[in-house]
Nanobody, 129 residues
Framework: EVQLVESGGGLVQAGGSLRLSCAAS?????????????IGWFRQAPGKGREGVSS????????AYADSVKGRFIISSDNAKNTVYLQMNSLKPEDTAVYYC?????????????????WGQGTRVTVSS
């Protein structure tokens, strides 16, 4: 069973930066490894639905970003560590949310939550004004 564990959330002032990490484990078959999937970051603010933030295909590094974070967030993958990072810069109060990483059996950098089969427990990000 694939497991995803997020870390790196916290409290930061507007304009600051945070780096989130998503560590994946549980790839028990040599036929399916970390670099066969798409990893996505999603967020859910209080009282709102879940929003796709960014995703990356671990095989070839294809990326996608929501318009709200383009130019501020950078997603990257370290396949040797089975870890995907989300570098968040120029943070705004509206970035405050619980951030989740998820895994999809996809060859594309998709941002629809319905494409994702495995989810982490989330890490909270709070941006103060």
């Amino acid at each position: 069973e694939v497991q995803l564990v997020e870390s790196g959330g916290g409290l930061v002032q507007a304009g600051g930066s945070l780096r989130l990490s998503c560590a994946a484990s549980g790839f028990t078959s040599s036929a399916f490894t970390f670099d066969d999937y798409t990893i996505g970051w999603f967020r859910q603010a209080p009282g709102k639905g879940r929003e796709g933030v960014s995703s990356i295909t671990t095989s070839d590094g294809m990326t996608a970003y929501a318009d709200s974070v383009k130019g501020r967030f950078i997603i990257s993958s370290d396949n040797a560590k089975n870890t995907v990072y989300l570098q968040m810069n120029s943070l705004k109060p509206e970035d405050t949310a619980v951030y989740y990483c998820a895994l999809a059996e996809s060859d594309y950098a998709v941002l629809s939550e319905y494409e994702y089969d495995y989810w982490g427990q989330g890490t909270r990000v709070t941006v103060s004004s």
